[in-house]
């Protein structure tokens, strides 16, 4: 009996710990203002909320809404974004792979290009590739 106790103890502690470190998605939740690096007068805002981000550029002519996926395993942390509606019919339902990094209050991601299946390799590599920055709004 003492046996099954500390296992369900145990359990629900490793469910805490994994619910809480999913839910915060190492400090991306809120809402960031930014650009397009290529294109800096144009502001965008992006919104995550749990697993969702919105995307809308500030004249709402361009928007990217879907789910995304972490990756912090590795040195450079990876970002997957699944795009469920866009302004572009033919980026629904594609993904793009990138990487990002959060740096004093900054957050960076360089994803490739619509299309593309490869993830760039680091942040010196911008040749068809979509590069953002944001600071927290």
């Keep these: ?26 400090g991306l939740e809120g809402r960031w203002v930014g650009c397009d690096v290529r294109k800096p007068l144009i502001d965008w805002t992006l919104t995550i909320q749990g697993n969702r981000f919105y995307l809308v550029r500030e004249d709402l002519t361009m928007w990217y809404i879907g789910q995304f996926s972490l ?14 509606n866009t302004h572009i019919n033919a980026h629904n339902e594609t993904t793009l792979l990138g990487i990002y990094e959060i740096d004093e209050g900054t957050l ?24 953002f920055s944001f600071v927290r709004s």
């Design 108 to 131: 960076t991601f360089i994803t490739a290009a619509p299309g593309k299946n490869l993830r760039p390799l680091s942040f010196d590599e911008p040749q068809e590739a979509v590069i």
């Design 1 to 26: 009996m003492k046996f099954k106790i500390i296992n369900l103890l145990l359990f629900k502690c490793l469910v805490g710990v994994l619910l809480g470190a999913c839910s915060s998605h190492t």
């Design 71 to 84: 990756n912090n395993n590795c040195l450079l942390k990876k970002i997957d974004l699944q795009f469920n």
